[in-house]
């Protein structure tokens, strides 16, 4: 169980943590990004790193990523019929490495050994992870043979968050935030790539 040792505080103290309107939820994940997957049941609470995501549905709102069988996070998910994603930045992508290595069925106390930060969202149960630049809450909507069979999880969005000085007005704004709050995306071997420059290309009218 990874209880005392592990810094969990509830609700956020960074006043960039903002809601994301439900309807723009999907836009939180739509550039294809590295996340971490958080969930807890029966006071535990575990995170793992899945480069496998995608959003699914408009309204409501839905996600998809893949869980592998081996790992203790997917059993807190089934448990507890919830988890989060969140998009780490690049200050974090040794802790993303290390989350999407070390498996708490090996390393019961990983969480409070690498130091990862957690809170709860106002009115939320599932830890969220710091240091990120968006959080996305899901309800699970069970699918048993898609879980067994292909490992893939579906998740209803409930709540959705993001740094406001990256994300606002239900856009990212890469190109003018802080280079360490760009998201990060994986390729293999501990390889990431940071999200790069914008271009804007006119959309024809219909």
């Given amino acids: 169980m990874q209880t005392a040792s592990m810094d969990l505080i509830s609700g956020s103290a960074d ?3 903002q809601p994301v309107a439900l309807e723009k939820a999907y836009r939180l994940l739509n550039h294809g990004p590295t996340v971490l997957v958080s ?3 029966a006071g535990e609470r575990n995170v793992m790193a899945a480069a496998w995501a995608c959003a699914l549905d408009f309204t409501p709102p839905k996600v998809t990523v893949v869980l592998d069988k081996a790992t203790r996070t997917r059993a807190l998910v089934e ?4 988890f989060a994603l969140q ?3 690049v200050p974090i992508a040794a802790l993303t490495v290390e989350l999407g290595t070390i498996s708490a069925l090996q390393q019961p106390d990983k969480l409070a050994q690498s130091g990862v930060q957690l809170f709860e969202a106002p009115g939320q149960q599932t830890p969220l992870v710091a240091g990120c630049a968006a959080w996305l809450e899901c309800r699970l909507v069970p699918e048993p043979h898609n879980q067994h069979s292909y490992d893939l999880f579906i998740g209803e969005v409930t709540g959705a968050w993001a740094d406001d000085r990256v994300f606002r007005e239900g856009h990212w704004h890469f190109e003018t935030a802080p ?3 760009r998201t990060l995306h994986y390729v293999a071997g501990g390889h990431f790539y940071a999200i790069g420059e914008a271009i804007d290309v006119p959309v024809p009218k219909a």
Wanted: net charge neutral; glycine share 6%.
């Fill in 15 to 17: 006043p960039h943590f």
């Fill in 39 to 41: 969930a807890a049941h």
């Fill in 79 to 82: 448990a507890s019929g919830r």
């Fill in 87 to 89: 998009l780490p930045t």
């Fill in 179 to 181: 280079q360490d709050l």
